[in-house]
């Protein structure tokens, strides 16, 4: 009888440790799977799958609207209302564009929205520049200039920045950030901001103008 | 070179600088940038803009600042559903309800009930069905219009009685007083 529990548990353990490899194993496909793949899943009823494109996209559609509204309460509800937008209307989506492009439409639009009721809590979080940006050249030339801004700290830099941003209309400053600081190309912009690439071209130039004047003390 | 081409190749600038220009064009920039000292202090603040921009890709939220991303996500969309769900559905919720088993268990002794209290209220409350007369059928409608036929006509023609007042009568040729004056 004791033998025959020993086996008994011996088969227990194995079976339990072949559904942990099994669930290991979906895990890591489902990490690694294309988002046309996730998609299709959440499509046809997985709705876990969904996790998979929150955890892949959090961050870099964080960092977009965290820098067109300029603070981290308000950037947390709009990207989260962007992926809940996006996973109660994910059965509408055709994959005509790629996920991403969806739902950072979604998100940008939702910022715009907001900024345009004027609920932006104007608050700047000041102390959250990673460790990074010391090895960053563009930053390590621009502290190296014979100007003022040697004498500024950082944080002052950062809240001259942020003010100065926060002073542009929503589109401008969205077609700055988007450039500028996320690095998007002209025609990515458009088809987020539904506008054309000389648009996105031409508010970007006044953007600028305007911004060098803002910060005409630090250039 | 005059203020048109200066914003022109303001806007180009950027451009220029990425590659995205034909050899002609680039080389036309950079001679104008060479030329105007205007557009030269532009394009030197406008890079140093480009580098004091650098900064906002270094703001992070903090390490641990997306830990309960996901955990909020699902909290969130519990919300939102719940907030979609109809009254039964919540009630059904509130209970702990699963309206296909409640719906197996109880619709034999629904209807059970149902019927009983139909046979209830037919016999207490509605009152007895009182018969009412059926009306004639056609046949015996044509037959009294057959028969009542002649009466209603002698009727009709006694009624008829020369009218009071009568239209002279329209002769052939209509007299005419303005002839009849000339005569006079």
């Known amino acids: 009888m004791t033998a025959l529990r020993k086996l008994a548990g011996k088969f227990k353990f194995h079976a339990d440790s072949l559904a942990d490899a099994r669930q290991a194993e979906h895990v890591v496909d489902m990490a690694e799977a294309t988002d046309e793949t996730l998609v299709a899943r959440v499509q046809d009823g997985d709705v876990d799958a969904f996790d998979y494109l929150v955890e892949r996209y959090k961050e870099r559609l964080y960092a977009t609207v965290y820098h067109m509204t300029g603070n981290h309460a308000d950037a947390n509800d709009l990207v989260q209302d962007a992926f809940i937008k996006a996973f109660t209307s994910i059965c509408s989506f055709k994959r005509e564009s ?45 502290m190296s200039h014979v100007t003022p801004r040697r004498e500024v700290s950082l944080n002052e830099l950062q809240d001259k920045l942020n003010a100065a941003l926060q002073k542009l209309s929503e589109h401008h400053r969205a077609v700055v950030v988007m450039h500028d600081v996320q690095g998007l190309t002209h025609a990515d912009i458009g088809k987020a901001l539904h506008c054309s690439e000389g648009t996105v071209r031409s508010r970007l130039f006044y953007a600028r103008q305007q911004l060098q004047g803002l910060l005409a003390d630090y250039l | 070179m005059n203020e048109m081409n200066c914003r022109q190749t303001k806007q180009l600038l950027h451009d220029c600088a990425d590659g995205r220009l034909t050899e002609s064009v680039a080389r036309d920039v950079q ?6 000292s205007d557009c030269r ?8 803009l480009q580098q004091l921009l650098a900064v906002k890709r270094h703001e992070t939220p903090g390490p641990n600042y997306f830990n309960n991303f996901l955990g909020e996500f699902h909290q969130r969309v519990a919300t939102a559903t719940a907030l979609r769900r109809t009254f039964w559905q919540r009630l059904s919720d509130r209970f702990h309800l699963d309206p296909i088993v409640v719906l197996r268990s109880s619709f034999m002794p629904a209807l059970g009930a149902a019927f009983v209290v139909a046979l209830l209220l037919r016999g207490s409350i509605l009152p007895a069905r009182v018969e009412q007369p059926s009306p004639p059928s056609l046949t015996a409608y044509q037959a009294l219009s057959l028969a009542s036929a002649p009466a209603l006509l002698a009727a009709a023609q006694a009624d008829f009685r020369t009218p009071r007042y009568m239209l002279d ?14 005569h006079f």
């Open chain 2, 31 to 36: 001679r104008h940038v060479a030329e105007c």
């Open chain 2, 41 to 48: 202090v532009f394009q030197h603040r406008d890079r140093q």
């Open chain 2, 169 to 182: 009568r329209i002769t052939a040729t209509p007299a005419s007083y303005e002839v009849a004056s000339i």
């Open chain 1, 98 to 142: 790629s996920f991403y492009t969806w739902i950072y439409r979604i998100a940008v639009n939702r910022t715009l929205n907001h900024l345009k009721r004027g609920k932006n809590r104007q608050q700047f979080s000041l102390d959250d520049i990673d460790s990074h940006i010391q090895s960053d050249p563009d930053f390590v030339e621009l």
